[in-house]
């Protein structure tokens, strides 16, 4: 009888604390709860008092344009480096010979880039088909059309738009443009000289192979290594704010961080966990802050790199410092674009080098208030050091059309005319799409002018009244005089 009622107690202490295990474990997941549920409340009520919510509720916009035009750096297995612009759309990688380029075959709502890497809806060989007369446009996230609505809103297919109406026009319209064979009359010669001479006449095709970030060292490059081998008949060079912007130490844009970070296993592990929490990201200001402290390393946070800086009130850190520094990267500059002019010329390609627009070079009182805003974000420090460098760059680039006189032909775009459509900057560099069609027309009038691009007519002489038929018949018709280039 008592060994009996001796197991009973034994059963009921053994069961009592299985009961107070359960319940250990109901209140510790109610309490996890609830302090994830404070935090989540505590965190947007800082942020909201801070007024920095532009940043968490970016997610509500992920697909669109913003997130579709942000770098998004992989290694050579596809993996995603979290350090560099991880949540971007348009996939590059790491290139020894440019620095990094693009990858080919990518596609969104917004843009198209083909398997060689260029942002075009076709691919393209490199055998030129016989009636193809092939442009390339390089440069940085301007020329390569950052933000613009489609491919077709870009400086480049624009350009090759009106390239292409161009060729229209001087077939339905032959009398408006200069003949290929000039009048014997010296009255009627004269004024068919006054016309427009035609632009050689094919299937003209702009081929943008701008990246966003590059500077001059990477186009040099690039020309050099890529775009030559495509026998291109024009390049366009559509650059001058990144050099400016990046320090001298670089000969190049680079890659953040790539060899610190990518081949390291806690970047593995931080790319996992941010793979876990990205679904909750965009619903949770908690999620948002840990992934920014904790699974993003601290030289990531601190956005030492303009191709990472995305905050407008940050760019004037980036400006040269000293006047030592500016003449450092304006030496930079001038020696690539020096390098980029003498391999067009020998291989006989005529070479347009452009400086971009930039918001400070219009006329204060043609911005919008949309325009108006942003220079208020760039600060003044910045409106006044880009203005102060930004003419000097202009002058020292239109140096090079003197010192290659028959190959290259310089543009200022910097100070945008009153014909540009309000409003025409989206941030401090990039344009609209209206705005892109004027820069278009401009580098379209740049075109029309090289003596390379133009028909050369024949210039039939007169003949002398004491000179005989057979003198005539000896001396063949004379050509419009060429550049020296151009004989060569």
């Known amino acids: 009888m008592f060994k009996s009622r001796s197991r009973e107690r034994f059963m009921f202490a053994t069961r009592k604390p299985k009961r107070q295990h359960k319940f250990t474990l109901l209140w510790l997941l109610v309490s996890v709860s609830l302090l994830l549920l404070v935090l ?79 942002r075009d809806r076709d691919p393209l060989p490199l055998a030129k088909p016989n009636n193809e007369i092939r442009i390339f446009l390089l440069g940085g996230s301007t020329a390569f059309g950052y933000g613009n609505s489609s491919n077709e809103a870009t400086i480049s297919e624009q350009l090759e738009a009106r390239l292409q109406q161009r060729v229209q026009q001087q077939k339905s319209s032959p009398q408006m443009y200069r003949g290929e064979a000039l009048p014997e009359d010296e009255e009627q010669r004269k004024l068919a000289l006054a016309k427009p001479p035609k632009i050689k006449q094919g299937d003209y095709r702009v081929i943008n192979a701008a990246v966003p970030g590059y500077a001059s060292g990477n186009e040099l490059a690039q020309l050099a290594l890529q775009v030559l081998r495509y026998k291109p008949d024009l390049v366009i060079v559509l650059n001058g704010y990144p050099d400016l912007m990046l320090s001298s130490e670089k000969k190049a844009a680079e890659i953040p961080q790539i060899e610190q970070y ?124 880009v203005k102060e460098n930004y003419g000097q760059l202009v002058a020292a680039t239109q140096q090079l059309a003197k010192i290659f006189p028959y190959n290259v032909k310089t543009v200022n775009l910097y100070n945008l005319s009153n014909n540009y459509p309000s409003p025409s900057f989206i941030d401090a560099i990039h344009l609209t799409d209206e705005a892109n069609k004027m820069v278009a027309e401009q580098l379209y009038y740049a075109i029309a002018s090289l003596p390379k691009m133009q028909v050369t007519p024949n210039i039939i002489p007169l003949q002398p009244e004491n000179q005989s038929p057979k003198e005539i018949k000896s001396n063949p018709p004379l050509e419009v005089s060429a550049s020296v280039s151009e004989r060569e």
């Open 262 to 385: 990518l081949q390291s296993e806690p970047t593995h592990f931080r790319s996992y966990l941010n793979q876990l929490l990205q679904p909750l990201r965009d619903k949770s200001y908690l999620v948002t802050t840990v992934q920014d402290w904790l699974l993003v390393p601290k030289a990531a946070r601190e956005k030492n790199s303009l191709l990472l800086d995305r905050e407008p009130a940050n760019l004037a850190q980036y400006l040269p410092q000293t006047e030592e520094e500016f003449k450092l990267r304006l030496g930079r500059y001038l020696q690539n674009q020096k390098q980029m002019a003498t391999l067009s010329a020998g291989a006989r390609v005529p070479l347009i080098i452009a400086i971009q627009p930039e918001i400070t070079g219009r006329d204060p009182s043609q911005l919008t208030p949309t325009e108006g805003t942003i220079t208020s974000e760039l600060g003044r420090e910045y409106i006044l050091g």
């Open 40 to 118: 989540e409340l505590s965190t947007r009520i800082l942020v909201d008092i801070s007024g920095n919510n532009e940043k968490y509720t970016e997610g509500k916009v992920v697909a669109g344009k913003t997130s579709a035009y942000r770098l998004k750096f992989v290694n050579e297995s596809q993996q995603t480096d979290q350090t560099s612009a991880s949540d971007g759309s348009l996939v590059a990688q790491r290139s020894v010979s440019v620095g990094y380029q693009l990858i080919g075959n990518q596609k969104n709502e917004y843009w198209q880039i083909n398997e060689q890497g260029f």
